[in-house]
């Protein structure tokens, strides 16, 4: 079994690397010949681009096309995008548990109904205080507990500040699952149950499908959607406008709504707290608390299999930013 | 220890040639019970095969494992097996050093129980694998800071030291049975001249398995205790609630002492009976071995006060949870069984003569085994059950972890699998080391080996 699998993914492997890189070569050239072929005729409207490396071009605006980036090699997968720093806020006062995002994140990565990437609790932190939504993504943590224990690099931090999991490399020890405080990853008990069109996308651990047996997988921030200058997909899903997703260096968040706010102003003026702060983790996702809330708080009886809510320690009121 | 016998020569050669009677008897005899003993292991392991067979055609799914209790039976049978494998060092090793002339007849049985369970060890944890065919992955891709890969050095490390701790002084029973078990079929008489290295018992010969057996000792002291200690680091350096402990190195050091101990009081009460070896496994070996658990009993007692007193005299809103879970909660029943009935009974009973006899001591040493097997139960499952975070949205089953009949058979498989190594081994060479118990009693066989040739 081992071995047909190995030579079929190695064979699938090589066709998709080709076809990559036949892709690659001819989009940059269409795009080439858009941008700079002088002979194509003048237009009124200018657009200002920027340039990877950060130049300023004024250019035709209909000479402009649509340039989607070739989804990374493994390796490139593996390093992250160059100069970004991935951050995201969730404002816990927007939060109205609606799990539209959980839906969005489910739907975009295929996943099984039991596996939320994303997920929505409910927290009552103590008896005297009140209740609130918590969606819990993968806090893609910069001193990662998880990846420092994995024995075979299968799970690692990019340049970009992400946590992924490469399912080719996973060797289904779950020493991850066991060091990460959060609960944040997911294991394949069975054969996934997935479409023959999902299976047949090639895989990338930006993505994280098509699954494999016996491997983990979890949150991982939609790396492929933002190489497309793209939202990650719980963020655009959130009707509240609740999740903010934006670049630390450039100290800018987006979100749904489509509003950009300074990151760091974002956190000032709301006292922004990371959860469980005290286990020296540091998290990239942020919380706002759910202060001057503009929905109803949740019941904490309404669904019985709910647990009470364990942790006292994150409670609102002492934070340490 | 090197007190020469007040015995003739005579009076030696007759004690040797007795010795070797009793020790070649259950290897040129087979009982029916020996034979039914063995298709009952083959049984149980032909179960746990056709279980893992399931498991690798449908996943893990086939056990109770889930997202939460993502590790359960297996990794607790990993520790226990881990665990046990100690006795042949703390046994062999460190009574050897101390100068306990008494534990020469029980050396062999904790040596062999030893290499057993290390092996069988490193199998289950293979089998909790969720990707075993990925496993030279290992080798190729190896992060050093995991302990994962600590533990793949260790335990690879401890099986090859232990493995030469039996080997070296098995050579000169080898050489026994190559001479005097003529009238085995030809590959068992090939068998063991290979596996005899030409030992004829020259003075050069005796001077290295001395010197090696010597130097081993020494060895497998430090490694014992580190395999264990980091096989406690897999937990110990996650920032799980009750795993988050600096006590857990020596914590699971001093339990697997204890449950090594209990494993070699059975074996000596097995085989004593099985292979009428009365004369040589005494109640005075019974009577240290009680005395020893005691001691180690107390040593686990003092660990486990450091490690749920002290934190429950602060109960810290996330430990809280595990830790009420044990006193009063759902696993309190099996807390408090193993904790009276495994490890604090034995500690006051065993402080009584009458406890220390042979049939008392093995009823408790098996009390011991299985706590010591349901503590690591105890301290993977319910500890993964209770994270910061509340389990809420998931289906009820994952909030429970019991397991299931393929791992419960896996399971069964490798504890039967680690009785048929150990019950082949005995029933191929001499369970008791013959010369070094003759040299316990002052009788140096090379000297008379060497006189008598003469």
Redesign the interface.
């Known amino acids: 079994m081992n071995n047909s699998n190995k030579k079929t993914t190695s064979r699938r492997d090589f066709l998709q690397k080709g076809l990559l890189a036949g892709t690659a070569i001819t989009a940059s050239v269409i795009g080439l010949k858009k941008v700079f072929s002088e002979e194509e005729m003048q237009s009124a409207d200018k657009s200002i681009v920027f340039s990877p490396n950060g130049k300023v071009f004024t250019v035709d605006t209909n000479k402009l096309c649509e340039y989607t980036a070739p989804p990374p090699t493994n390796d490139g997968a593996r390093i992250g995008i160059a100069g970004k720093k991935f951050v995201m806020v969730i404002d816990l006062a927007k939060c109205d548990g609606c799990k539209a995002c959980t839906e969005c994140c489910q739907a975009m990565h295929f996943t099984e109904p039991d596996k939320e990437w994303i997920k929505v609790f409910k927290m009552q932190d103590a008896e005297t205080l009140i209740p609130y939504y918590f969606p819990k993504p993968c806090f893609h943590c910069d001193n990662p507990p998880c990846t420092k224990v994995c024995p075979v690099n299968a799970t690692f931090k990019r340049q970009d500040g992400i946590v992924l999991i490469d399912n080719e490399r996973c060797i289904g020890c779950r020493s991850c699952m066991a060091a990460c405080p959060y609960s944040t990853r997911f294991f394949n008990w069975s054969h996934p149950v997935q479409s023959k069109e999902v299976t047949n996308i090639p895989y990338s651990p930006e993505h994280g499908f098509p699954r494999r047996m016996g491997t983990v997988e979890k949150c991982d921030f939609c790396p492929h959607m933002i190489r497309q200058g793209k939202m990650p997909t719980c963020v655009d899903g959130c009707p509240m406008g609740a999740i903010w997703f934006g670049d630390q260096n450039e100290d800018a968040v987006t979100n749904s709504e489509g509003i950009t706010m300074r990151l760091s102003q974002l956190i000032e003026d709301n006292a922004a707290y990371r959860h469980l702060e005290d286990l020296g983790t540091e998290p990239r996702v942020y919380y706002l608390p759910p202060k001057n809330r503009k929905y109803p708080k949740p019941d904490m009886n309404e669904q019985p299999q709910l647990q009470k809510v364990k942790h006292g320690e994150m409670n609102m009121g002492n934070m340490q930013m | 220890m090197e007190h020469h016998s007040n015995l003739t020569i005579e009076q030696q050669k007759i004690e040797r040639e007795r010795m070797r009677a009793a020790v070649l008897k259950p290897l040129r005899t087979s009982t029916i019970w020996s034979k039914l003993w063995i298709f009952f292991l083959v049984t149980v392991i032909g179960i746990g095969l056709y279980a893992y067979y399931i498991q ?1 055609s ?4 086939v ?1 109770a ?4 209790a ?2 359960g039976a297996y990794i607790s049978n990993f520790i226990f097996f881990v665990a046990i494998s100690l006795c042949g060092s703390l046994i062999s090793s460190i009574l050897r050093l101390t100068n306990f002339e008494w534990h020469w007849p029980i050396t062999r049985i904790a040596e062999i129980i030893a290499v057993s369970a290390i092996m069988f060890a490193g199998l289950i944890i293979i089998v ?4 075993p ?3 030279y ?2 080798f ?4 050093l ?5 600590w533990d ?1 050095v260790v335990v690879a490390t401890y099986f090859t030291v232990s493995f030469l701790f039996l080997y070296f002084p098995l050579l000169p029973s080898i050489a026994m049975c190559r001479d005097l078990l003529t009238e085995k079929p030809k590959w068992q008489r090939k068998m063991y001249k290979i596996l005899a290295l030409g030992w004829d018992g020259n003075h050069a010969q005796w001077k290295i398995v001395k010197r090696c057996v010597n130097i081993l000792s020494i060895l497998v002291i430090p490694l014992a205790v580190s395999i264990h200690t980091v096989t406690a680091w ?2 110990a ?4 609630p009750g795993w988050d402990s600096t006590n857990f190195g020596p914590y699971f050091v001093a339990g697997a002492f204890l449950a090594g101990t209990g494993c070699v009081i059975l074996g000596m009460a097995v085989f004593r009976k099985a292979y009428h070896l009365e004369e040589y496994i005494t109640e005075r070996h019974f009577n240290f071995m009680g005395k020893l658990m005691v001691f180690l009993c107390l040593i686990y007692t003092y660990f486990n006060v450091n490690e749920y007193l002290v934190p429950a005299y602060k109960m ?3 430990e809280s ?1 595990h830790l009420n879970e044990l006193f009063t909660g759902n696993e309190a029943w099996l807390y408090w069984s193993i904790q009276i009935i495994g490890m604090a009974l034995p500690a006051l009973l065993l402080l009584l003569k009458p406890f220390r006899k042979p049939i008392p001591l093995t009823v408790i040493a098996f009390f011991v085994v299985v706590g010591a097997w349901l503590k690591r139960y105890i301290i993977v499952s319910p500890i ?1 059950l ?11 089953n ?2 429970h972890y019991f397991p299931t009949w393929v791992e419960i058979a896996i399971i069964s498989a490798s504890l039967a699998g680690v009785l048929f190594i150990i019950t082949l081994f005995s029933r191929f060479f001499p369970i008791i080391s013959n010369w070094e118990v003759l040299e316990g009693k002052g009788i140096d066989l090379e000297e008379l080996d060497e006189k008598t040739q003469k």
Not at chain 2, 58 to 61: D, H, T, V
Not at chain 2, 128 to 131: L, P, V, Y
């Open positions: 690798l449908n996943g893990l799914k056990t494992l889930r997202d939460y993502s590790w909790d694998m969720g990707r065919d990925r496993i992955y290992l190729m891709y190896y992060r800071q995991s302990p994962i890969v793949v897999l937990f350096t996650t920032l799980r810290k809103v996330a949870h993964m209770n994270p910061y975070l509340p389990i809420q949205n998931v289906p009820d994952w909030k």
